[in-house]
């Protein structure tokens, strides 16, 4: 069962903040949002994560909704490096639950 | 460079035969996982392993096996290989109860 919806892919100007949505309605309390992203062929790479506040590191901001059903991963200041498939996924913290890849957003940053 | 290695890069071999594909985690995590991508399957959780014990098992086909060692370092073994079989495969390792993997950067295996 898909838990998390995104759009099939996303364009955003080189220097622009790219904003992808994901929606989890039916997230549980005890369950964290997760974003990774894989750029061309390469292993994915963890961006971030959160549970019920907004989160943010050097590479990216993540803004959940007051009701956890949906959040926005922000890339600020999008690059062409940034070009990449980018997932979104929803975990508990147990050590026994394996991250489970959607099909997630792919964002094209255009020049 | 991840932390995470995967030998070998590339690997060319034919229909029925059986290729062992090995993985180092990144020092300190003791969780290994196996994922597997095709073209058309998108990024496929295969398999679990932590501190030598097998966690969670996902999609994966009987004709494959993994295992970690006490070094806990991880092989997959794909054996009587169909074209199908073609595809990326991914090792990961993380800390126990995280959700914070380091993914090495795969093994590309072609069937021929």
């Known amino acids: 069962d898909a838990k998390t919806t995104q759009p099939p892919s996303m364009d955003c100007a080189e220097g622009r903040a790219a904003n992808l949505p994901c929606n989890h309605s039916t997230i549980s309390g005890n369950e964290y949002v997760y974003w990774y992203r894989q750029i061309h062929s390469q292993g994915p790479q963890y961006i971030i994560h959160?549970?019920?506040n907004n989160e943010t590191n050097e590479m990216a901001s993540l803004i959940i909704t007051e009701d956890r059903k949906s959040s926005t991963l922000i890339l600020p200041h999008a690059t062409l490096r940034d070009t990449a498939v980018y997932y979104c996924i929803v975990r508990t913290s147990s050590g026994n639950t394996p991250l489970v890849f959607g099909k997630g957003t792919r964002l094209s940053v255009i020049a | 460079d991840s932390g995470v290695t995967q030998t070998p890069k590339h690997l060319i071999t034919a229909t029925g035969q059986r290729v062992t594909l090995r993985c180092s985690p990144r020092?300190?995590?003791?969780?290994v996982y196996w994922y597997q991508q095709s073209l058309d399957q998108g990024l496929q959780f295969l398999i679990q392993?932590?501190?030598?014990?097998?966690?969670a098992k996902g999609n994966i086909l009987e004709r494959f096996s993994a295992q970690q060692f006490p070094d806990l370092h991880s092989e997959l073994n794909l054996s009587s290989l169909e074209l199908g079989d073609s595809a990326l495969y991914f090792c990961?390792?993380?800390?126990?109860?995280?959700?914070?993997?380091?993914f090495g950067s795969g093994t590309r295996l072609t069937v021929v």
């Open positions: 392993y932590y501190n030598g014990e097998e966690r």
């Open positions: 959160g549970l019920k």
């Open positions: 020092s300190g995590d003791l969780s």
């Open positions: 990961a390792s993380s800390v126990q109860g995280l959700g914070s993997y380091t």
